[in-house]
C-alpha cells in the first residue's frame, strides 16, 4: 500500500525537482556524469558561456547536486548526489518507449 508523503516533504521533492527544470543545468549534470570538469572544460563541453555555467553550477551546489574540489587555481565539479543519473536514465528511457510507441501508431494510421 502507497504511503502518502507529508506536505513538507513533497515541497522539498518539489523544489529539487524545479531545480533540474532547466534545459542549461541538466546539460551541465550531463557533462559532469561524465567525470569531474573545470567551468572552461564545462563552457566548451555545453556551448553555454561562462557566466551561465557558473550561475547554475552555484544553484546546483546550493541544491546539493553538485560537489565542488579546489586544487591550486582551479576548482573541479563532480556530482555529489548519484540519484541524478538514475533520474535521467529513467526519464529518457521512458521518452525513447514513448516516441516508438507515438512512431507505431503513425507508420500504422491509427
Do not use: W
Amino acid at each position: 500500500m502507497h504511503q502518502r508523503l507529508p506536505a513538507e516533504v513533497l515541497e522539498l521533492v518539489a523544489e529539487r525537482f524545479r531545480v533540474l527544470a532547466e534545459p542549461a543545468r541538466l546539460r551541465i549534470l550531463d557533462v559532469l556524469l561524465g567525470g569531474e570538469r573545470t567551468v572552461s572544460d564545462l563552457v566548451e563541453d555545453t556551448g553555454l558561456n561562462q557566466a551561465n555555467v557558473s550561475k547554475h553550477l552555484a544553484i546546483l551546489r546550493a541544491s546539493n547536486f553538485v560537489d565542488r574540489r579546489k586544487e591550486g587555481l582551479y576548482a573541479y565539479y563532480s556530482v555529489s548526489d548519484p540519484s541524478v543519473d538514475q533520474l535521467c536514465s529513467i526519464m529518457c528511457s521512458r521518452l525513447e518507449e514513448q516516441a516508438e510507441e507515438q512512431s507505431a501508431l503513425l507508420s500504422t494510421g491509427s
